[in-house]
Nanobody, 126 residues
Framework: QVQLAESGGGLVQTGGSLRLSCAAS????????LAWFRQAPGKEREFVGG????????YYTDSVKGRFTISRDNAKTMVYLQMNNLRPEDTAVYFC???????????????????WGQGTQVTVSS
């Protein structure tokens, strides 16, 4: 059972930056994607971006391109979400998710990810 733990959320002003971290453990395969989703109150869970472990391919949803950066550590079990130039509409609970095995990239639907972290709140004040 893959375990995911996010950290790094908080309150920031418009234009500020935050860095989220996600630690993945109990992975038994080298074939997996790690992704970030977010969910604002009353809204559907939204794909933010993801990274494929094997080749390091990265994909971002249009609304965060140029502002958010996904990266990983050398051991490839930590994934980071660097968020710059934050806007009030970025306010949400951010989740780390993992999908194992080979599949299409990116996997952007929540139901494609069986493993989830507990989420971390990001609040951007105007």
């Amino acid at each position: 059972q893959v375990q995911l733990a996010e950290s790094g959320g908080g309150l920031v002003q418009t234009g500020g930056s935050l860095r989220l971290s996600c630690a993945a453990s109990d992975l038994t395969t080298n074939f997996y994607d790690l992704a970030w989703f977010r969910q604002a109150p009353g809204k559907e869970r939204e794909f933010v971006g993801g990274i494929r472990r094997t080749r390091g391919n990265v994909y971002y949803t249009d609304s965060v391109k140029g502002r958010f950066t996904i990266s990983r550590d050398n051991a490839k079990t930590m994934v980071y979400l660097q968020m710059n130039n934050l806007r009030p509409e970025d306010t949400a609970v951010y989740f780390c998710a993992c999908a194992t095995g080979l599949g299409p990239f990116p996997r952007s639907a929540p139901n494609q990810y069986p493993y989830w972290g507990q989420g971390t709140q990001v609040t951007v004040s105007s």
